[in-house]
């Protein structure tokens, strides 16, 4: 996979690997070091002659001219597939860091611009200030070649590799840069222990002969589904001049597997699917034709590995990983990785050490390109849900997807667009997308930021003390719209652990009122809800610090769930419940949902997540019935129905109630995000406000991915899936990110847990830091002195006012 599409952040991380990555080239190759007992290796085998490889041999040669670098490559030198290649600045630092020479070369055909246009039925959105460099791929290899000729690299073209292991007992290194398909990699898959997942679109890549004036999106709805166009230019002679017959773009035409089947690409050859691509978007070619190159219509792959070496063998490029290319490219990664293996090699004592350690510095990076990555892919996956947005607001979704460009850095970039967007969505001038309210059913919220549920477990017998009057306190005078509860259990039976609160009686109803009258009365304008819920099977456990989930040493009490089924192995079985223990329990969530009214809450929040009761009969893998609350989806419904209509029917008409969810129980045979979307599709026919969007913790042996804003897919679906609101919770830790949630269309509400833990006022730092104070957050009168950041010391230094030259001294 090459040519891919990089959309470079100007962010502290980029800077900082950047400057890594630069610095580290330039030590490998311009800094004289004193003499090392270095192990290093002089016979090197490269087996493969895309860019990485070819990057690597020549770096490896340069740092050390007596080596022996041979490079096989099975194609010709002039074979090449795809057409463009994009590269980011932080790639370009250590290209030019590492060798200038090949950094010149590869200057005086690159192709820079700065925008991106976004085609959405008819209408187009540009937007501008991105930075991108892209060049012809058949270009980059023929610069490569010659470098590695000039430097001495043996390159032999046409011929496959030896066998790996020979090569391994023959060359000290050995560099498998063979691609996504990688022989080598198979050949050791036991070690290496690789993942491969296929996703769900089909691909092509293509080319035109003009040159695109942005890095284009095109949308084409067309009677058997969805399809998309990337495009951008790699070579051109500016816009200035007339057109070149050397101008040309990468056009990559993208749809699901099932629109590739119904249009019929599956019975067309090479030329007829290149001729119907040119007719699907012909407004966007301007009428021209496209051209092929052995293209072929592929399944994106993506490609993990356990681990990239194997004695003296080492993976690079694709044949480590891979990244989808709306914006991660595999040439860009490959290149990474050869400046970096070739710096460990240099620093490190032993092959043993720098294989370490090339490792050790890539993985963490490779990793957060692949999620990133994941998550635009998806997105494209599921574009079909976004396309009835604005179309401005559709471009402002598109250029976010990946959650590496940002609401923040967008407007830095382009503030007239995202001026746009935001006065689309409501905006008032200079406030925030986090600050405009949100209205559920009779209760408006200043604005969109929430305090998520948070088990504290510091109750006695149920009742909430002064340390949650002090903990939900603090954080409603913080600023947020909404405060929420812990899961507040509905009997002793359904408690957690023996420090959970509850609302079964009526000093516990008291205590709750307390605080909700203190949120009340000093934080007018916050609201407080509360989360009513049932441990189910996961009860009867010691407090979180004491060992979270495992059983209590002593004073257990009887577990009942929808099957008879244990969290853990050496977790309590519980029983399964009866018809009449089912009515019992029901009339437990109405009995405390009457508390919660008298204790004056704003919302109730049925809790049907993380393996607890009432998700323990939603997911296929804790409900195994055989009677009327088990089998289907519909069937294991039926019971967290019934509880919220009982409730429902309780709570006062006026106020909103919520529904937290599981959206995927992250293991196989579990629930999945289809499912998902049909259990809020129920509970909004129900009359469900808004689906909280969690995921998870649902069985034991779960494998989450975990990431920034990993859970808010989810919510995405279902928001535009059902058309109820949404409230996305998980890893959304800036308010950055809550920014670009709301203004995306991916979120109604944002909730956030550990960063209220570590400040309790978040949201009125977030006012503070984005310069705003208006209606949307409001400080406390006791600290509004605060209100403003502190001021700190200076850290810049003064400017020079002369430069002045430096002689050198011969001694």
């Known amino acids: 996979m090459e040519g891919a599409v990089t959309m470079p952040t100007p962010g502290a991380r980029d800077c900082v690997e950047s400057a890594a990555t630069a610095a580290r080239a330039r030590s490998a190759t311009t800094n004289p070091q004193p003499p090392k007992t270095t192990d290093h290796p002089l016979r090197v085998a490269i087996i493969g002659g895309g860019p990485g490889g070819?990057?690597?041999?020549?770096?490896?040669k340069r740092l050390a001219p007596d080596r022996q670098v041979t490079l096989w490559e099975r194609n010709a030198p002039d074979d090449t597939f795809g057409f463009g290649v994009v590269l980011s600045d932080e790639t370009l630092g250590g290209i030019e860091h590492a060798d200038p020479v090949v950094y010149e070369a590869m200057q005086k055909d690159f192709v820079r611009w700065d925008d991106i246009d976004v085609v959405h039925r008819g209408v187009r959105h540009t937007s501008g200030g991105h930075g991108f460099a892209a060049l012809g791929r058949r270009r980059l290899l023929e610069i490569l070649h010659d470098r590695c000729r000039t430097l001495g690299v043996d390159l032999r073209f046409g011929s496959e590799a030896p066998y790996p292991d020979w090569l391994a007992e023959t060359y000290d290194l050995v560099i498998a840069a063979d691609g996504v398909n990688s022989p080598t990699r198979e050949a050791h898959a036991h070690v290496f222990r690789p993942k491969v997942t296929t996703h769900h679109c089909r691909y092509i890549w293509l080319a035109a002969d003009f040159a695109f004036d942005a890095f284009r999106f095109e949308i084409a709805e067309t009677e058997h589904g969805v399809m998309q166009l990337h495009g951008y230019p790699y070579s051109a002679t500016g816009s200035s001049g007339p057109r070149n017959p050397s101008d040309a773009s990468t056009v990559i035409v993208e749809m699901r597997e099932e629109v590739w089947q119904a249009a019929g690409f599956a019975a067309l050859d090479e030329t007829e699917s290149v001729e119907r691509c040119a007719k699907i978007f012909a407004d966007a070619l301007g009428g021209r034709p496209l051209r092929s190159n052995k293209s072929a219509w592929t399944t994106f792959r993506t490609v993990t590995n356990e681990h990239w070496s194997h004695g003296n063998i080492v993976l690079l490029g694709d044949a480590a990983h891979t990244a989808h290319f709306s914006i991660g490219s595999g040439t860009k990664l490959a290149v990474e990785d050869a400046l970096a293996l070739a710096a460990c090699l240099e620093e490190q004592p032993s092959l043993d050490k720098a294989l370490a350690a090339y490792e050790e510095e890539r993985r963490p990076v490779v990793a957060s390109t692949q999620r990133a990555a994941r998550a635009s892919l998806e997105w494209f996956e599921n574009l079909r849900l976004h396309l009835d947005q604005p179309p401005r607001q559709f471009a402002f979704n598109l250029l976010t997807r990946s959650r590496r460009v940002t609401h923040d850095n967008l407007r830095l970039r382009d503030s007239r667009f995202t001026g746009a967007v935001e006065h689309e969505f409501g905006c008032p001038p200079g406030t925030p997308p986090m600050f405009t309210p949100f209205r559920l059913r009779g209760l408006t919220l200043r604005n969109r930021v929430v305090v998520s549920p948070m088990d504290m477990y510091s109750a006695t017998d149920g009742v909430p003390g002064d340390f949650h009057l002090v903990h939900l306190g603090a954080r409603a005078l913080g600023g947020a719209g909404l405060v929420m509860t812990e899961m507040v259990c509905v009997s002793e039976e359904g408690?957690?652990?023996?420090?959970?609160?509850?609302?079964?009686?009526?000093?516990?109803?008291?205590?709750?009122?307390?605080?909700?009258?203190?949120?009340?009365?000093?934080?007018?304008?916050?609201?407080?809800?509360?989360?009513?819920?049932?441990?189910?099977?996961?009860?009867s456990t010691r407090l979180m610090w004491e060992g979270m989930d495992e059983p209590l040493p002593e004073g257990n009490w009887p577990l009942t769930a929808a099957s008879p089924l244990p969290y853990k192995p050496d977790s309590q079985t519980p029983r399964e419940l009866t018809r009449a223990q089912l009515t019992d329990i029901r009339e437990q969530f109405t009995s405390a949902a009457w508390r919660a009214a008298r204790a004056g809450f704003d919302l109730l929040e049925l809790h049907c997540a993380h393996g607890y009761l009432l998700s323990g009969f939603l997911s296929p893998l804790t409900n195994r019935r055989t009677d009327a609350y088990g089998g289907s989806l519909g069937k294991r419904l039926r019971f967290p129905l019934e509880v919220f209509d009982a409730v429902r029917g309780v709570w006062p008409a006026e106020k909103p109630m919520t529904v937290r969810i599981s959206a995927t129980d992250w293991t196989e045979g579990g629930t999945t995000a289809e499912d998902a979307v049909e259990i809020a599709r129920a509970f909004a026919a129900h009359g469900v406000d808004a689906i909280d969007v969690s995921t998870g913790q649902v069985v034991a042996d779960e494998r989450p991915e975990f990431g920034r804003s990993y859970q808010t897919p989810y919510a995405d679906r279902i928001r535009h899936s059902v058309g109820v609101p949404v409230i996305a919770v998980g890893a959304i830790s800036s308010w950055d990110d809550v920014n670009s949630l709301l203004l995306a269309g991916r979120a109604d509400l944002c909730a956030l847990a550990r960063p209220h833990l570590y400040d309790p006022h978040w949201t009125l730092h977030a006012a503070a830091e984005q310069g705003y104070d208006g209606p949307g957050v409001s400080w406390p009168d006791p600290y509004r002195a605060g209100s403003r950041r502190p001021q700190t010391g200076r850290t810049d230094a003064p400017r020079p006012r002369l430069t002045l030259g430096i002689r050198s001294r011969v001694e």
């Open 54 to 60: 070819l990057y690597a041999a020549a770096l490896l």
């Open 495 to 539: 408690r957690i652990t023996p420090g959970c609160t509850g609302l079964y009686t009526g000093r516990q109803g008291e205590s709750w009122k307390r605080i909700v009258d203190f949120v009340h009365t000093r934080s007018p304008g916050t609201a407080i809800g509360v989360q009513l819920g049932h441990s189910g099977r996961k009860g």
